[in-house]
């Protein structure tokens, strides 16, 4: 064993973690204790059980939702134009290409090359909150989509492919995979803010993307093994805009039936958007979060990814905390996991790297094992005469979605200082993307204001995200155990397992987001 490694990787473990998160000078000292805080969260969301039990009624409420057609108007049409749509994707795919070209030509210093910034702050942060907060614009100018696109028209085929159908026991898998690895870089990958390493994994990823559209269709791998396409259409179902096509035999025909509401429009669909005609598409605002309130199963896999999702977000989080502190110390001297240690530190970099690989492994699975666990409570709660027509493996796949606000609510509190503050690093590379002395619009010398948040907006920011989160997964839920058990009582009973479940998980996640934050005592 690397006595060396190990070594390093205790003491780096045994420095204070109190601004690895959010980076404050000084942390916020809460008014009263941070148990009340956490209690009265948790009150919050019992009480909103109560409130939504009472008031939500009927056998399948929210079954249609108002919209309003954005395309009927001005500024709509302008917006939506096809000359504007097409800059935005000429942009898109010069930032990607501007990434690759700094990462493995620009400085090697991830504060003067363009590419970890841009990656890490303003495409997986920023694009999160565009995706749930306003719609989904990654479908609308996503790089690699555009380039093979425009392949496809300077060969003059409408399919650029070989025609391989897909396998429908692959479902969601490649995408699941692939968001795996992606979040073993954001979390463990020891060089994953070096631009040349960066540059590397784009190309990898750029290159499987491309051969996955080329062997079985564009649309067929954005919706199966894209993992961003996955990811970001997911956090997009919370938002208040959609896309739809009011031609039902075109949608019929649709490959991709998990996107037909029960009137047999196709929502958030871009391949029928692409193929309808013009006075058949809708771009709509509509309710928030409507459009998790899904009419069907969604397959295994997808949930899956669901759990990866919020998970994964939870890890970071802990990993500000004393606690993890004290478990990677643990991890690395402890003899029955030394043997994991030293094997995967050939593959992951280090010792380090290696403790975090497990320990989000880990994490992950942990969170699947407890959603089945509540998951298969919530169909012992309902009635037996129900139970015998819902098997878990509906429930499960009904109910995950409901998740999806929990997760954008996290994500929202735990990055929303970290894009504020380090996103300002765009301001001076944006005159300087490769670090090689430019200054294009004379913003190299501006200093980062890290003044621009501090801990007090971020813990209140963090409580009320988190408790609005909850309260609106539990409304989904219940609105869900309603369509599905098509009983109140038995609904009723079915949820009270899921709210210990989230009552749980918000007192969790304020205390997670607390440490690197506030003086806790």
Known sequence: MNVHRVTVAILIFAMPLTAHAHGFAQRYDLPVPLTLYVMGAAMAVVLSFVVIAFFVRGRRPVEDYPRFNLLATPVGRMLAHSWLLAFCRLVSVALLVLIVVAGLMGDPSPFKNIAPTMVWVIWWVGFA????????????????????????????QKRLDLGVTYPKWLGDWPAVFLFLWFVWAELVWPTSD?????????????????????????????????????????????????????????????DAADCQSHNANCVNCYECFERAATHEREWNLRPWAVGLLTEKPITLSRMVFVVV??????????????????????????????PLIVALQGVTGNAVAATSTLALLFFIVM???????????????????????????????????????????????????????????????????????????????????????????????????????????????????????????????????????????????????????????
Request: glycine share 4%.
């Open 129 to 156: 909150y565009v995706s749930g907060l306003v719609g989904d614009l990654w479908a609308v100018i996503n790089p690699w989509k555009a380039v093979f696109a425009w392949a496809e028209y300077f060969v003059r």
């Open 309 to 338: 999702m919020l998970s994964s977000v939870t890890f970071d989080g802990l990993l500000a905390t004393p606690l993890w502190s004290d478990v990677a110390r643990w991890i690395l001297l402890s003899e029955e996991v030394r």
């Open 367 to 521: 969170f699947q094992l407890i959603y089945l666990l509540f998951s298969a409570l919530v169909r012992w709660a309902a009635s037996s005469a129900v139970c015998a027509e819902v098997s878990l493996s509906e429930v499960v796949r009904l109910f995950v979605l409901s998740l999806i606000p929990i997760a954008l609510a996290y994500h929202l509190a735990h990055y929303l200082s970290f894009l504020l503050i380090v996103g300002q690093y765009m301001i001076p590379l944006s005159s300087d993307p490769l670090g090689l002395g430019w200054d294009i619009f004379g913003t190299t010398l501006y200093m980062v204001n890290i003044g621009i948040v501090n801990a007090r907006f971020v813990w209140y920011t963090s409580v009320i995200a988190i408790i609005v989160g909850h309260i609106i997964a539990v409304y989904l839920a219940h609105v869900m155990a309603i369509r599905t058990f098509r009983d109140n009582r038995t609904a009723l009973l079915s949820q009270i397992p899921m709210l210990i479940l989230m009552v749980s998980y918000t007192m969790i996640s304020l205390w997670i987001l607390a440490q690197p934050v506030v003086e806790t005592g």
């Open 194 to 254: 070096v631009p040349a390493s960066l540059a590397h994994a784009v190309i990898t990823y750029s290159f499987i993307t491309w051969i996955g559209m080329f062997v079985f269709g564009k649309h067929v791998w954005l919706r199966h093994g894209e993992a961003f396409s996955v990811a970001f259409s997911l956090l997009a179902r919370f938002a208040p805009t959609e896309v739809r096509v009011t031609n039902r035999e075109l949608c019929a025909s649709c």
